[in-house]
């Protein structure tokens, strides 16, 4: 297979500048063939990417930044596939069996998903087949690397040519139905776009200079009666704040009963160094009894501890994207001892792993990333006879492109025989706010569910985010963020000021 892109020469860019693209594992040779520009760019466009380069991306190259010798192409023959990433006409006499065309929120061209980022967000990218005009994948990019305009443009492009390489995969395509962003309104200047961002950013570094960020803390309560997955909302029993010691944070809740005690297992990271490991506390009939544990950590960050009970042991597979792989713990001693078992899948970023059980066979889902792009659009799907594995990829891997309800944000539960699925809504940014999620179908081959309750934090939960949801019996806890000057950590090396570790009212935020 040779595939051709179809690039304009006054505006090349990085990210054209290729030899291959990665297709399962396959480098497939791709050759560029240069057009005339079709439409001029925003006035001084350049020279604001340059700007967001030295002072957004601390000088780093970025994908969105102008090619500065454009080398000559060896085509090696007549392309198989043209993928157009222009806002020009097909070329009528073209002969390739396969015309690709990316659409930013419905039309061609790199000028459109500019105009949707001036607009105020990413695009919905559409692959179109250009002959006939069918959508043959769509996808919504979450935008945690965006930054700036360049780095939206950036991001937009990675997640295109991971749609491109998908459909070009074989692999049958799950096309969802994705309404393009409603706050799309009127273009903004560019100059003032990346002014007030460079504002943004040095605002966020002078931020970072008196407070720790993210600040993440779990929130508990116990509930006799309904809970979140009953009501879809937060309403009920008052939430409670986990105690933390300032400069470290909590996150990523996970409740489990075993050997008759209670304990939370979560993210434990230390803002000073930066990484994170496995801690746990546990539960009493009122609530946290006795200290922090910390009962797992490696050389590199750990976060999201799914928990899972099988054939009688308690097992752990905590989130080590950072690795590249998909490692299994086993517990050798409940709660601080946990030796690692198996690799599940290796060589693969993939993150917040959760596994449930359906229809007869293991289902493990998670945040997958290529190497480029956001990393909580992309939805990967493994099944499994066998909780140990062999795991092989569902058919249509990435089974789902969407910031709004890919990435992981709990446990499975089953209602009325119903499966659900809770999940993160990174519309507004990362973690932002939760989505309870209903799966339609499942197997190794279909992929379905819809969205049926939005959670958001308030009054009943405050602070900025709110990412995580998992019930045990009547606990159930959840996590977000809120802000934490450095001073509290300093205070509380002072002999009278250290503060509990146990848990605070959430009416303290």
């Not at 051709?4 to 297709?23: N, P, V």
């Not at 050389?299 to 899972?308: A, E, M, R, T, V």
């Amino acid at each position: 297979m040779i595939i051709e892109f179809r690039c304009e020469r006054e505006y090349a860019r990085r990210w054209m500048d290729r030899e291959t693209l990665t297709i399962d594992d396959r480098d497939v040779p791709v050759q560029i063939a240069w057009a005339t520009t079709a439409q001029p760019r925003p006035a001084g466009l350049d020279a604001l990417f340059e700007l967001e380069r030295v002072v957004l991306h601390k000088g780093q190259s970025s994908g969105a930044d102008k090619l500065k010798r454009i080398q000559p192409q060896d085509h090696t023959g007549t392309a198989d596939v043209i993928v157009d990433f222009t806002g020009g006409a097909r070329d009528p006499n073209n002969s390739a069996p396969l015309y690709l065309r990316p659409l930013f929120n419905g039309v061609a061209g790199e000028n459109a998903a500019l105009a949707a980022i001036l607009a105020g967000d990413l695009p919905v990218i559409d692959i179109v087949n250009d002959v006939d005009g069918s959508v043959l994948d769509r996808g919504h990019p979450s935008g945690e690397i965006a930054a700036g305009l360049s780095g939206g443009l950036e991001t937009v492009m990675a997640r295109t040519l991971t749609m491109v390489a998908a459909i070009l995969s074989g692999r049958p395509r799950i096309v969802p139905q994705l309404a393009r962003p409603a706050g799309n309104g009127p273009r903004r200047n560019a100059v003032g776009y990346v002014v007030r961002g460079l504002a943004v950013s040095i605002a966020k570094e002078i931020y970072r200079l008196c407070c720790y960020a993210p600040h993440w803390h779990v929130g508990w309560r116990f509930n006799e009666g309904a809970g979140v997955w009953q009501t879809g909302d937060l309403s009920g029993p008052s939430w409670n704040v986990l105690g933390d010691p300032g400069n470290h944070f909590y996150a990523d809740p996970f409740p489990i009963t075993w050997q008759g005690r209670t304990f939370v297992f979560f993210e434990d990271l230390d803002h000073r160094v930066g990484k994170g490991i496995i801690s746990a506390i546990e539960f009493g009939d009122n609530g946290p009894v006795g200290e922090v544990v910390p009962v797992l950590e490696e050389p590199w960050h750990l976060s999201y501890p799914f928990l899972i009970e099988d054939d009688g042991e308690l097992w752990m597979i905590p989130e080590s994207s950072i690795h590249k792989d998909v490692a299994l713990y086993k517990c050798v001693r409940f709660p601080d001892k946990w030796e690692r078992h198996a690799t599940l899948l290796s060589g693969i970023e993939l993150a917040d792993v959760t596994i449930t059980r359906h229809n007869g066979l293991h289902y493990l889902f998670g945040a997958w990333r290529d190497g480029t792009g956001g990393y909580s659009d992309s939805l990967a799907i493994y099944y499994a006879e066998h909780f140990n594995g062999p795991w092989l990829p569902h058919a249509s891997n990435p089974v789902l492109i969407d910031r709004a309800s890919t990435r992981p944000a709990g446990n499975f539960v089953t209602i009325n025989d119903k499966l659900w699925r809770p999940v993160q809504n990174c519309a507004d940014g990362y973690g932002a706010a939760l989505a309870l999620a209903e799966v339609l179908e499942l197997s190794p081959t279909t992929f379905r569910q819809i969205v049926r309750h939005s959670l958001n934090p308030g009054p009943l939960w405050p602070g900025r985010k709110l990412h995580t949801l998992n019930r045990c019996g009547r606990l159930e806890v959840i996590d977000g963020s809120h802000v934490e000057p450095k001073t509290r950590a300093l205070a509380s090396k002072l002999p009278l000021a250290a503060p509990s570790r146990r848990t605070s009212p959430s009416s303290a935020l």
